[in-house]
C-alpha cells in the first residue's frame, strides 16, 4: 500500500528505479530521498560492471503537495565499466532540460506562460 501512495505522488516511473529512504515532511516543504537500485542498465548486458557508489546528490522541485513545495532529492548510481575502462550509468530523462524542475512539472509550469 505504501508503495502505491507514492508511486501516485512521485513522478511515473521513479519507484522502477530508485528506492525511497526517508520521507521527511517540513514546516514549510516536503523532501523524499531516493537512491538508485543497484541494476545496472540493459545496454551494457554481459560486460564485467562493478557498482562504485553514486554521483553527488541532486535535488529537483516537484509538483506541491498540500500546498508545501516537494523536493526530490536523488542519488544516482554509478558502475565501472571493467571493458571499457569508464564509468557508465543509466540515462535518466526526468529532469527538464537547462532546469532542477522534474519534466512533468516543468511543462506544467509551462502550460501558464
Given at each position: 500500500?505504501?508503495?502505491?501512495?507514492?508511486?501516485?505522488?512521485?513522478?511515473?516511473?521513479?519507484?522502477?528505479?530508485?528506492?525511497?529512504?526517508?520521507?521527511e515532511?517540513?514546516?514549510?516543504?516536503?523532501?523524499?530521498?531516493?537512491?538508485?537500485?543497484?541494476?545496472?542498465?540493459?545496454?551494457?548486458?554481459?560486460?564485467?560492471?562493478?557498482?562504485?557508489?553514486?554521483?553527488?546528490?541532486?535535488?529537483?522541485?516537484?509538483?506541491?503537495?498540500?500546498?508545501?513545495?516537494?523536493?526530490?532529492?536523488?542519488?544516482r548510481?554509478?558502475?565501472?565499466?571493467?571493458?571499457?575502462?569508464?564509468?557508465?550509468?543509466?540515462?535518466?530523462?526526468?529532469?527538464?532540460?537547462?532546469?532542477?524542475?522534474?519534466?512533468?512539472?516543468?511543462?506544467?509550469?509551462?502550460?501558464?506562460?
Open positions: 500500500m505504501e508503495k502505491e501512495l507514492l508511486s501516485i505522488l512521485l513522478p511515473s516511473g521513479l519507484l522502477e528505479m530508485f528506492d525511497v529512504d526517508k520521507v515532511k517540513k514546516e514549510d516543504s516536503y523532501h523524499f530521498y531516493l537512491s538508485e537500485m543497484n541494476i545496472p542498465p540493459k545496454v551494457y548486458a554481459g560486460q564485467h560492471l562493478e557498482s562504485k557508489g553514486f554521483f553527488d546528490e541532486a535535488t529537483l522541485r516537484d509538483f506541491p503537495l498540500r500546498g508545501k513545495p516537494c523536493y526530490l532529492h536523488l542519488k548510481r554509478k558502475w565501472w565499466n571493467h571493458d571499457s575502462g569508464k564509468i557508465v550509468f543509466h540515462e535518466w530523462h526526468q529532469v527538464a532540460q537547462g532546469t532542477r524542475l522534474t519534466v512533468e512539472f516543468a511543462a506544467f509550469l509551462k502550460g501558464f506562460n
